[in-house]
């Protein structure tokens, strides 16, 4: 009779035991980030699409919702897929960049089904730029003749554009869009399976889903695990904001070639114009003190336009003086299962010709359709050499408006060196012969013919007629010289870049193996 009380005892001591070292084993999976969500069914959708059939389960974790951000929730949620989006603030956004999306950037914008987020905010349409320099002025007119009418640039207060692209996207069952800070990834054997967050209201908590996209765009502090982040801060923009000021040239970007770097001017609103003064470095004269009020009026309010003038000065005057450090980041991704960047987080240039959300919504549009033949994002592994593709798609436009950037912010900054003062004068003197000479490069800028070999062309174009006048007539050895080493500085402005760009995926493409990687088969 005791011999059983005892192996009862026993038994029951042994359960016990078993069951509290599966409470403090699962205890310590949820400290370590490595708990494993159950494999998500996936259903179709009333249009044919995917979605989960797991409703406290998203497919995809958005971080972000700037413009890339909303732009990718939008169009996945439309695509049937479940978006959980998190973003650190949904107040409107005041930010002085991001206010001029390209005609090919707003083509993309119609391809994703959300032209009508540049309607009821004061958008404005641009056509074109004027650049101006030395008192000489030209324009450049966006190759828009065969698209429709309503096809063109747009201006605009960007945190009006991105509060209507949230509103949208929010406005799809199955996108949730909540306020909340993401302090990391959640990690379990080289797979990101989620995210941790804090709420507004300070709750920690956790996220799962089979994809999770960071856009935390670029101040981003989850991209150091993502990919190899090369920063450059080549200069800071100083904005201002103009009122009742009537451009030169309504309806266009205005550049000016001032010293010593550029000055940029364009319509956000019926009533606003926008300035962009570029101070080279990373220091900028102080706000607080008023050297930047007297650095303004007495170095850029000088070289603006006459018909600008009275205006600028009286936006220094008003005070509401912004600064923002322009940052440049070639893409350099570590291919990570269950995780994707995009937009800022993921690649920058310099903002100088407005290709930024261009850029982010072409890579949107290769995602989606990378995306689109998979009903099962679960297979983490899989999944992530398939999307190795993006990279590569991504490159002809990503490439070729990051490295016009690039460039042409060094060419159009001044220099006391010779060679640089030619070629930055054979820049303007070239784009104004207007034809092809002008039609070329604005369209590449533009984003409507995004070729890279074209880039390089038009560029050393450039270089050439540059030289061709130094060495014309009758050339000297001084000449001979100067014009040696503006080939040199121009080879040596544009090689780095598209070094860094990726030659083999800049240029030749298709010979990259994930150019013709296939979906995964459907389990």
């Not at 007119?141 to 945190?159: A, I, M, Q, T």
């Not at 980041?329 to 261009?358: E, I």
């Not at 070629?423 to 369209?443: E, H, K, T």
């Not at 050439?464 to 010289?481: H, Q």
Request: charged share 20%; proline share 7%; aromatic share 8%.
């Amino acid at each position: 009779m005791a011999d059983s009380y005892v192996l009862g005892w026993i038994l029951c001591s042994v359960m016990a035991l078993v069951a509290l070292c599966g409470v403090v084993l699962r205890r310590q999976k949820w400290k370590g980030i490595s708990m494993r969500t159950e494999p998500l069914k996936t259903v179709l959708t009333s249009n044919g699409e995917c979605g989960s059939a797991d409703a406290s389960h998203a497919d995809v974790i958005i971080v972000g919702a700037g413009v890339a951000g909303s732009a990718l929730a939008h169009t996945l949620g439309k695509d049937g897929r479940r978006v959980q989006v998190i973003e650190r603030d949904l107040s409107e956004p005041d930010r002085i960049v991001g206010e001029l999306l390209q005609p090919g950037g707003y083509l993309k914008l119609i391809e994703l089904g959300l032209e009508d987020c540049v309607e009821e905010i004061d958008a404005q349409q641009v056509f074109g730029y004027a650049l101006f320099k030395d008192g000489k002025h030209t324009q450049l007119s966006y190759p828009l003749e065969k698209f429709h009418s309503d096809v063109s640039g747009r201006s605009f207060h960007n945190g009006r554009f991105i509060q209507r692209m949230r509103e949208k996207s929010a406005s799809l069952p199955n996108v949730h869009l909540e306020q909340g800070t993401v302090t990391s990834l959640l990690e379990e054997k080289g797979i990101i399976r989620g995210v941790q967050y804090k709420t507004k209201d300070g709750r920690e908590l956790t996220a799962f889903a089979s994809l999770t996209i960071v856009c935390d765009g670029c101040f981003s502090n989850l991209r150091r695990s993502l990919c190899n982040p090369k920063v450059d801060i080549p200069s800071s923009f100083v904005g201002l904001v103009l009122e009742n000021c009537h451009l030169p040239y309504s309806n266009h970007g205005h550049v000016i070639l001032a010293d010593p770097s550029p000055i940029l001017f364009y319509p956000i609103s019926s009533t606003e114009t926008r300035c962009l003064v570029d101070v080279p470095g990373q220091k900028v004269p102080s706000i607080a003190n008023g050297e930047m009020a007297n650095y303004l009026k007495t170095i850029v309010a000088p070289q603006v336009p006459p018909e600008i003038y009275d205006s600028f000065v009286a936006a220094v005057d008003k005070g509401n003086i912004r600064t923002m450090p322009n940052r440049s980041m070639p893409a350099a991704p570590h291919p990570t299962p269950g995780a994707l960047l995009m937009g800022d987080a993921f690649n920058m240039r310099h903002p100088l010709t407005g290709g930024g959300m261009t850029v982010a919504l072409s890579d949107i549009v290769v995602l989606r359709d990378l995306l689109r033949p998979l009903h099962d994002l679960n297979d983490a592994p899989m999944l992530c050499k398939y999307l190795e593709s993006f990279y590569t798609l991504r490159k002809p436009v990503a490439s070729t408006i990051n490295t016009l950037a690039g460039a042409l912010y060094k060419v159009f900054c001044a220099s006391p060196d010779q060679a640089r003062k030619e070629m930055r004068q054979a820049c303007f003197d070239y784009l104004s012969l207007g034809g092809v000479f002008s039609a070329g490069p604005i369209s590449l800028l533009s984003g409507l013919n995004p070729r890279p070999l074209s880039l390089v062309l038009h560029f050393f174009a450039v270089a050439i007629y540059s030289l061709g006048r130094l060495l014309l007539p009758f050339p000297s050895p001084k000449r001979i010289w100067i014009g040696a080493r503006l080939i040199s500085g121009a080879s040596g402005i544009i090689f780095p870049i598209i070094k860094a760009e990726g030659v083999r995926q800049m240029f030749f493409p298709a010979t990259v193996p994930a150019y013709y990687r296939a979906p995964p088969p459907v389990k």
